[in-house]
């Protein structure tokens, strides 16, 4: 007997879509998985990568038993135990460590956002380790430089409901690779083109997303922050502003009004930035005279050493303007924090024993090789990431995971190259195997994953390997011994305080409702704008332009350019050595290094590649298809170049993120990339990178 089920699933991969699928069984197995009608944002249809969900499901790749290293450290070798053998090995390990002088902070756990669900991505894990001691670790790999900008000058996110941005009339894709990263999004933008939007795209490099802007706006990396103020400059010198908007809802106009003017000239900006004084200057009119006037300001502009104070001064630009006022105005940065869920129910930080050290996951490689203070990392869990691809300075996190002394734990749904470097490897489920809520940063609906089929061969879900753990360490049954589905619905009882998020986002929504209904929209006014009239979440209530937060800290209260850390303006001597600007945004085809080993979005990316200009080719005698060198003292990789007018002189780009065992040198781009941080949010600065490029003869 043939039996054919339906079951609603959520796409859980790092990205703003957050999509809805819906999944056909038979016979218990998953033979068809596609967008769903019914979600508005996913308006039934999928990306190319996870249009291939079912080949990652599927894939004869699978990690499908627990393992121990019986080769050398990296090699790959391992031979098949039993889950008892591995959990009891794993906790006999952490015993012994906490036990030992070092004690449990000399553990560190390393997640990411391999699965975005709010269980198995950030929920027993967290309960585990609190309770256990360990390390803590900073998740700054991705999001915190314009989360830290947001929180000081708004007090929240930037958010507006993304669907609103039908009403814009002009768009700007700022640092933002829009139709790749946020495709459902670009749906919405390319439709308000059609009722008569026009879409504008800043970033040095001509992504897919700048192709089909109607204006493509090169600019030099990492100086966006000194193009947002010569735009304020503009807006302020011609009488753009929104005079009553700033006086009533802002902190700071007069300040940051003397300083654009002062300190933001035209002229000094087109030097700055690269971009001809006479584009500033239309940028600025158009932006401040067609409404409603939008951004999509995103995380790729961020990965610089000035990327915080880049996000800040940007989405001060919708205050000056009174952009926030419309509907489809304003900006958008992440809708993550208009979710109430109970976080702290979920995660338990109360159970963090006081003065516990924290661990920047940026700098993996100064913890793993003892540079940081406090004891040694003897022991390192790693799930839902992939460090030895996807963290900066890789030849060290590499030399860091060759430790002998080093015990690591990789819970994986692959043989990814950090499980190569594993003592234990655990096989984990995929999403269509476990059971997760999820919020999103891109839309603002709430959705419920139900598993569509059992867990394939002896993969366990995040939490069921904590419970496992947590019962073998003896701790408190009452902290895991809760199911999923327990968990999700107390979590989804808001705690009732504050503006942001809103505490009323979750009223009338449950599990029962959600796994009724399937996604259900957030409880949110229907045209939502949030900051029209201030209710900024700041302490003052308003929009700070200028933070006395920060001026008690000694820092700039006000939005201002920082430089690079490596900038051939600012660092002419290693720009002598290195004078390119290496810009390494994922590629299309991958999700940061997910989907790498999927064979039909491999061949489609096919081998990594260095996008140069002619010019930048020439002198090096480079032609277009010429093998590569890009390097730096921190590392080199291999590529072949792309000659073309994709970027401007003195940039060079390489999309990502490859596996190292899938690249002709087994090593990535990140061997360039410094773990040095950016100014705010401590977040990593992947793209702040200068490099040389050589034909390999
Ligand atoms: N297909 C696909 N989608 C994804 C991802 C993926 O890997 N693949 N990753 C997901 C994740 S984790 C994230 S964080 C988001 C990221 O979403 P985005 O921020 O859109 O992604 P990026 O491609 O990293 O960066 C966007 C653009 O910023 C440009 N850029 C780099 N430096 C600068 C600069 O100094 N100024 C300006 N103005 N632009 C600059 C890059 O050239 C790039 O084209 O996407 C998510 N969606
Ligand atoms: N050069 C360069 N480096 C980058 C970036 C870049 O643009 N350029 N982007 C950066 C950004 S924005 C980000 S967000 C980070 C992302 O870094 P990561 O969060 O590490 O992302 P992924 O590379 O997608 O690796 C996630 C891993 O989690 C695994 N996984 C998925 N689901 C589960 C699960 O349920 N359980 C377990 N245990 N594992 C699971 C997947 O198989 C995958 O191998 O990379 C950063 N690194
Ligand atoms: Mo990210």
């Known amino acids: 007997m043939t039996e054919l089920k339906i079951v609603k699933a959520v796409c859980p991969h790092d990205c703003p879509d957050t999509c809805s699928m819906v999944v056909t069984v038979k016979d218990g197995k998953a033979v068809q998985l596609k967008g769903d009608a019914e979600h508005p944002f996913t308006d039934g249809f999928l990306c190319q990568k996870v249009n291939h969900y079912l080949d990652r499901v599927y894939h004869s790749d699978r990690l499908k038993y627990p393992m121990m290293r019986v080769g050398p450290k990296g090699s790959g070798e391992f031979r098949r135990i ?7 090995t794993i906790a006999g390990k952490f015993r012994e460590i906490a036990a030992s002088s070092d004690g449990p902070q000399s553990i560190l756990p390393y997640s990411y956002a391999g699965t975005m669900g709010k269980l198995q991505g950030s929920s027993l894990d967290r309960r585990f380790f609190h309770r256990l001691g360990a390390a803590l670790l900073d998740r700054t790999i991705c999001a915190t430089a314009g989360a830290a900008a947001c929180d000081i000058t708004l007090g929240t996110r930037a958010v507006i409901d993304p669907e609103m941005t039908i009403h814009s009339r002009y768009i700007i894709n700022w640092g933002s690779n829009t139709s790749v990263t946020n495709m459902h999004l670009w749906t919405i933008m390319h439709r308000a083109r059609k009722a008569g939007a026009k879409i504008v795209t800043i970033d040095p490099y001509q992504s897919p997303t700048a192709k089909k802007s109607d204006w493509w706006i090169p600019i030099r990396p990492g100086t966006d922050a000194a193009l947002a103020l010569g735009i304020m400059h503009i807006l302020w010198r011609d009488g753009l502003q929104d005079d009553d908007y700033l006086q009533k809802y802002c902190l700071g106009a007069e300040q940051l009004r003397e300083r654009a003017l002062k300190e933001y000239l035209p002229n000094r900006v087109a030097s700055i930035t690269g971009i001809p004084v006479a584009d500033i200057e239309k940028l600025a009119h158009e932006y401040g005279t067609i409404r409603p006037a939008f951004i999509r300001v995103n995380y790729g502009l961020q990965r610089h050493g000035g990327g915080g104070m880049a996000v800040r001064a940007i989405i001060c630009l919708p205050a000056i303007t009174g952009a926030w006022r419309d509907v489809g105005g304003g900006a958008l940065l992440s809708t993550s924090k208009l979710y109430p869920f109970d976080n702290n129910y979920l995660e338990r930080p109360d159970l963090v024993p006081p003065g516990t050290r924290t661990i920047n996951m940026t700098q993996l490689a100064e913890a793993l090789l003892g540079e940081l203070p406090g004891p040694p990392v003897r022991a390192l869990y790693v799930y839902n990431s992939n460090p030895a ?28 190259d950090t499980a190569d470097y594993a003592d234990i490897v655990l096989p984990a489920t995929t999403q269509l195997e476990h059971f997760d809520i999820h919020n999103s940063y891109g839309h603002v609906y709430v959705q419920a994953n139900e598993p569509a089929i059992a867990p394939l061969f002896e993969a366990k879900s995040n939490n069921d390997v904590f419970r496992l753990l947590a019962r073998k360490m003896g701790f408190e049954p009452e902290l895991f011994e809760i199911s999923d589905e327990e968990l999700a619905a107390r979590a989804l009882k808001a705690p009732k305080s504050g503006l942001y998020p809103p505490p009323q986002a979750f009223d009338g929504i449950d599990l029962n409702r959600l796994k009724r209904e399937g996604p259900v929209r957030l409880n949110l006014p229907k045209e939502y704008a949030p900051f029209a009239e201030g209710n900024f979440g700041t302490p003052s209530g308003k929009c700070e332009l200028y933070s006395a937060a920060l001026a008690r800290q000694g820092r700039d209260p006000m939005p201002n350019y920082t430089p690079p850390h490596e900038d051939p303006q600012t660092r002419p001597d290693l720009a002598a050595k290195y004078p390119l600007q290496l810009l390494c945004p994922p590629a299309s085809e991958f999700l940061n290094s997910s989907f790498v080993n999927i064979e039909v979005l491999r061949k489609r990316a096919n081998e990594p590649t260095l996008e140069m200009h002619p010019a930048d080719a020439k002198s090096r005698g480079i032609v277009d298809g010429s093998p590569v060198t890009v390097y730096n003292d921190r590392g080199s990789f291999q590529a072949r170049a792309i000659v073309g007018t994709t970027v401007k ?8 993120v490859w596996w190292n065992s899938y690249t002709p040198d087994g090593v990535n781009c990140n061997t360039t990339t410094s773990t040095a941080l950016t100014d705010f949010g401590a977040a990593a600065t992947f793209f702040d990178n200068l490099v040389q490029v050589e034909a390999i003869p």
Do not use: M, N, Y
């Not at 039993?82 to 009891?88: F, L, M, Q, T, V």
């Not at 002189?649 to 990502?656: A, E, K, R």
């Open 649 to 656: 002189p003195g940039v060079v780009v390489t999309l990502g």
């Open 389 to 416: 691809a996807i963290c900066p300075d890789q030849s060290r996190v590499l030399k860091g995971l060759r430790r002998d002394d080093l015990f690591t734990v990789v819970h994986e749904q692959f043989q990814t």
């Open 82 to 88: 039993s889950w008892d053998e591995a959990i009891a």
